[in-house]
């Protein structure tokens, strides 16, 4: 089943099929999924390799008719066009700089059957967060470094039994990561190679136990970058990849 297949179905369920009717002389729902769907892939733009920055606010420009008609809708329009933009984005690996926003706006140079879509990056500084998917919850590093173990004084608590009371740290400038093992027993390992400390490139998994720890770069608006202790400064490596020291 088509993404915009899945879209009609989710939107049949939200309008009785009577008033589904009055779509067929002007714009039809998923016609303006289809157009979002369009202008996400036309300025989705590379910002490094591995990053893929796509607009997160959007203007729905309708005509008359047809923004009476889709304000009819209510919340159940805005709620599947959200949906599908938040689908199409991970689909595609698009990251977004803020959160999405879709508006319906009536545009009377417009006619019937007829729209178009305004698209923007949510002004302000565009910068990257670290974050790490472990045991199904996503933690942010707030801190320069982040301990991660199965002790209650670490920054992150895991429930592996495998794993030392303080584990592993991840170091995190803002914009590099290295992760570093804290003479653990049963030692860590990295995209499956058991390492003391090394470059973390965004993506990457460390696995401590039997427990994986999966470390992203998303996109934010910009937040105060925490300071890198000075003994680390100098050991930090590129988050996106290569060895060498920064």
């Not at 369920?13 to 009055?22: E, G, L, P, Q, Y």
């Not at 974050?131 to 895991?158: F, Y």
């Not at 990849?241 to 920064?246: D, L």
Request: glycine share 10%; hydrophobic share 40%.
């Amino acid at each position: 089943m088509g993404l915009l297949d899945s879209f009609e179905k989710g939107l049949e369920r939200a309008v009785n099929s009577a008033f589904a009717k009055t779509f067929r002389s002007g714009i039809q729902p998923v016609e303006i999924a289809a157009a979002l769907r369009s202008e996400l892939d036309k300025k989705a733009a590379v910002v490094t390799r591995d990053r893929i920055l796509a607009p997160n606010t959007f203007v729905v420009r309708l005509a008359t008719a047809d923004h009476a008609t889709m304000a009819q809708l209510g919340d159940a329009l805005g709620d599947e066009l959200d949906a599908l933009v938040q689908k199409h984005a991970r689909s595609q690996g698009y990251t977004f700089a803020g959160p999405v926003s879709i508006s319906l706006e009536r545009d009377e140079n417009l006619s019937t059957g007829t729209l178009r879509i305004d698209s923007n990056t949510a002004k302000g500084t565009v910068s990257w967060r670290g974050v790490v998917d472990v045991e199904g919850r996503r933690h942010p590093l707030t801190k320069s470094r982040t301990v991660i173990g199965r002790g209650t004084d670490a920054d992150i608590t895991i429930s592996d039994a495998g794993t030392s009371r303080k584990h592993v740290e991840i170091l995190w400038d803002g914009e590099r990561a290295m992760v570093r093992d804290l003479g653990s027993t049963n030692g860590t390992l990295l995209n499956g190679t058991k390492v003391a400390e090394a470059a973390l490139p965004s993506d990457s998994t460390i696995t401590i136990g039997r427990t994986d720890i999966v470390f992203r770069v998303v996109a934010q608006a910009a937040p105060p970058r925490p300071t890198m202790p000075a003994d680390d400064a100098t050991r930090v490596f590129d988050v996106r990849g290569g060895g060498g020291v920064a």
